[in-house]
């Protein structure tokens, strides 16, 4: 089945500063890769994905990457704010995109 | 509003005694999933459905069963619950296996 790795496991910036996590997938046939935020005591709460036919994305201080031919993807975060410490969740579609294999989880903490 | 709702928010029981976790959403969603999520481990999908009376096993269905028999709902049971499936629940909709999940809030279970 999918494995998803995802380092680091803990990341701790200063404010401003940028952050990126980055998920290793074995699937080749993974074609959807969405990012999770979780912040403390609340539910995983989406915050961009990425499909197969793209190489990057981005949404105003959050971009993912992917490199297919690798079996990678990265999440960047750049400018960093106190509020984005939670724990960030990316995940890989498997099984013809009816499953979500999740990687372990980042937890990262921004210092004002 | 759109949302996903889970009861109860708290559980705490004994091993043996059965349980139903319950699980509706608003949004007309064909897909839903549970998950549990164990400290490292991430989110990992426990059963999923792609519509009504469509049921499979996910990454780790033993000990838990599934029902499907009306679009909104999606109840999680536990026949015979033992202490190693205590842990956080959580369930989630889409329109399809790679579209954008919406998790509800969480269900904390906890078997003495």
């Known amino acids: 089945g999918e494995n998803v790795e995802q380092h680091p496991s803990t990341l701790s910036v200063q404010e401003g500063d940028s952050a990126v996590i980055k998920c290793t997938y074995s699937d080749s046939a993974s074609n959807y890769f969405p990012w999770y935020k979780q912040e403390l005591g609340k539910r995983p709460q989406l915050i961009i994905d990425?499909?197969?036919?793209?190489g990057e994305k981005k949404d105003q201080r959050i971009a993912v990457t992917l490199n297919k031919t690798a079996k990678h993807f990265s999440l960047h975060i750049t400018e960093t704010q106190p509020e984005d410490s939670a724990v960030y969740f990316c995940?890989?579609?498997?099984?013809?995109?009816?499953?979500?294999?999740f990687g372990g989880g980042t937890r990262l903490m921004v210092k004002p | 509003e759109a949302q996903v709702t889970q009861n109860p928010r708290y559980l705490i029981t004994v091993t043996g005694k059965k349980l139903t976790v319950t699980c509706s959403q608003n949004m007309n969603h064909e897909y839903m999933s549970w998950y549990r999520q164990d400290p490292g481990l991430g989110l990992r999908q426990i059963y999923y459905s792609m519509n009504v009376e469509v049921t499979d096993k996910g990454d780790v269905p033993e000990g838990y069963k599934v029902s499907r028999k009306e679009k909104r709902n999606f109840p999680l049971i536990l026949e015979s619950p033992s202490p190693n499936q205590t842990s956080l629940y959580f369930c989630a909709s889409s329109f399809g296996g790679v579209q954008p999940q919406h998790f509800g809030d969480g269900t904390r279970l906890s078997i003495l």
């Open positions: 995940a890989a579609s498997t099984r013809a995109g009816n499953m979500l294999t």
């Open positions: 990425i499909r197969s036919n793209v």
